[in-house]
């Protein structure tokens, strides 16, 4: 099976919005493992850590695949778990898990963006 090559446009875009969420997934799951321990093995940052890990696994496969419309997939639905986590962060009252999950949110759903924009531009 031949991957195939990406529009030049795209490709900036394109690994920059891959990177950006392999970091925030590389991110996310070592902010999961330290709540996980700190929690004593609790089941809600089981799942954390867990989702994490899906969303490690889904940005490895989309770089690899060379899918730009699943990278924005990928990296909007990172932004929207990050903002869900850091509104989980505001009601435990835990600045470390405000500002991260805010800073990883707002720079993945800014490279989603520039993508799909560079997406539709190469129409």
């Known amino acids: 099976m031949d991957i195939p090559?990406?529009?030049?446009?795209?490709a900036v875009p394109f690994r920059v919005?891959?990177?950006?969420?392999?970091?925030?997934?590389?991110?996310?799951?070592?902010?999961a493992i330290y709540d996980l321990v700190a929690s004593g093995w609790s089941e809600s940052f089981l799942y954390a850590t867990g989702r994490s890990l899906v969303f490690?696994?889904?940005?490895?496969?989309?770089?690899?695949?060379?899918?730009?419309?699943?990278?924005?997939?990928?990296?909007?639905?990172?932004?929207v778990v990050d903002v869900l986590d850091t509104i989980v962060g505001v009601i435990r009252g835990d600045a470390l898990f405000i500002v991260v999950p805010l800073v990883l949110a707002l720079a993945t759903g800014a490279a989603a963006l520039w993508l799909n924009s560079a997406i539709r531009r190469s129409r």
């Open 5 to 10: 090559a990406l529009v030049p446009s795209v």
């Open 17 to 31: 919005t891959v990177g950006i969420t392999l970091v925030t997934a590389f991110a996310g799951l070592g902010l």
């Open 56 to 79: 490690l696994f889904i940005a490895i496969a989309v770089s690899i695949a060379r899918w730009p419309a699943g990278a924005v997939l990928a990296a909007a639905a990172l932004a």
